[in-house]
C-alpha cells in the first residue's frame, strides 16, 4: 500500500466556490441529492449527472422503482430482454447498502481516450456524540494519522471542517480470471472524507474508489467540487424562507470531471 500524490484533495484556495473553477470544468451536469433518514439532521450534496444512483430505499416498492430507473439509466441501449432480469438484482443491491447504514450510492461512468474511466461513491452517516464540529474532526485526524500509510488531511470547507484520507491499494488478479492467463495487479485508489454535521451528533462519510488511476487529478477536483456543495441547511425551512430562491444554487455549480460517457 502506499500513498498517492499529496496534492490530491487539496482545497483550492483562490476558490471555495466550484462555480467559479471554469477554466478546467466541464459542462457535465449536476443534481442535488438530499440525505434521508428520519433521526439525522438534513445533509445535501450535488453530484454530475454522470452519477447513476443505485436504488436505496426504505421499502421493497420504492426499491423496484427506483431500480427500474436505475437499469434503463445505465443501459440506454438495452431492452426489456436486460432491463428486466438486472432490476431486481440493483434493487436487492440497494437493500444491501441500505441495510449496512449506506444514504447514498452512486456509480460514475466518464468518457476517456482509452475507454471508460469508472469510480463507486458512496454517502452515509455514523453517530459522533461530539461537542462541536472541530473537536470531532480532530479526533478523527488525531486517529487516521497514526496509520502511515494514510494521508490524512484537515479540510476548511464552507459547510464546515472536514477531514481527508487518501489511500492507495495494489490487488493482484489470480492468473484464471485474466484474459491474458497471467496474474495482473490492479490500483485502486480510495477519497474518503469525515464532514462533522454542525447541527446533530453524526458525521458524514463520503467515499469514492476508483481504479482509474490516470485520471486521479480529475477524480480528486471531482470529489472537492461535491464537498464543496455540502449543506446542513433544511431546504425545506429555507424554501419557506425564500420562496423565489429555489434550488438555484445547487443546480449550476461546476464540476471538473472527464466527460460524461456515451453508453
Request: proline letters at 8%; charged letters at 20%.
Amino acid at each position: 500500500m502506499s500513498t498517492p500524490p499529496s496534492e490530491a484533495v487539496t482545497p483550492d484556495a483562490s476558490s471555495s466556490d466550484p462555480a467559479q473553477d471554469t477554466d478546467t470544468t466541464q459542462d457535465a451536469g449536476t443534481a442535488l441529492r438530499a440525505f434521508e433518514a428520519s433521526d439525522v439532521p438534513p445533509l445535501n450534496f450535488v453530484v454530475p449527472e454522470s452519477f447513476h444512483g443505485l436504488p436505496i430505499a426504505a421499502t421493497p416498492e420504492e426499491r423496484a422503482a427506483l431500480a427500474e430507473t436505475f437499469v434503463r439509466d445505465l443501459y440506454p441501449e438495452g431492452s426489456d430482454d436486460l432491463w428486466t432480469p438486472a432490476a431486481p438484482y440493483y434493487a436487492m443491491l440497494g437493500e444491501a447498502m441500505g441495510d449496512q447504514g449506506l444514504a447514498y450510492s452512486a456509480m460514475g461512468l466518464f468518457s476517456i481516450d482509452e475507454g471508460i474511466a469508472h469510480c463507486s461513491f458512496t454517502v452515509a452517516a455514523i453517530a459522533s456524540d461530539h461537542p462541536s464540529p472541530e473537536v470531532a474532526a480532530l479526533g478523527i485526524r488525531e486517529i487516521l494519522v497514526r496509520e502511515e500509510t494514510n494521508d490524512a488531511r484537515w479540510i476548511d470547507l464552507p459547510c464546515g471542517p472536514a477531514v481527508s484520507c487518501v489511500t492507495l491499494r495494489e490487488y493482484v488478479i489470480g492468473a484464471e480470471l485474466t484474459a491474458s492467463g497471467e496474474e495482473a495487479k490492479l490500483q485502486m485508489g480510495q477519497i474518503q472524507v469525515y464532514v462533522p454535521f454542525p447541527t446533530g451528533p453524526y458525521t458524514a462519510v463520503f467515499t469514492l474508489d476508483t481504479a482509474a488511476i490516470n485520471y486521479w487529478g480529475e477524480f480528486s477536483e471531482m470529489t472537492m467540487a461535491i464537498l464543496r456543495s455540502v449543506s446542513f441547511a433544511d431546504p425545506d425551512a429555507e424554501a419557506e424562507a425564500a420562496p423565489a430562491a429555489g434550488t438555484e444554487s445547487g443546480t449550476d455549480a461546476g464540476i471538473a470531471v472527464p466527460q460524461q460517457a456515451d453508453r
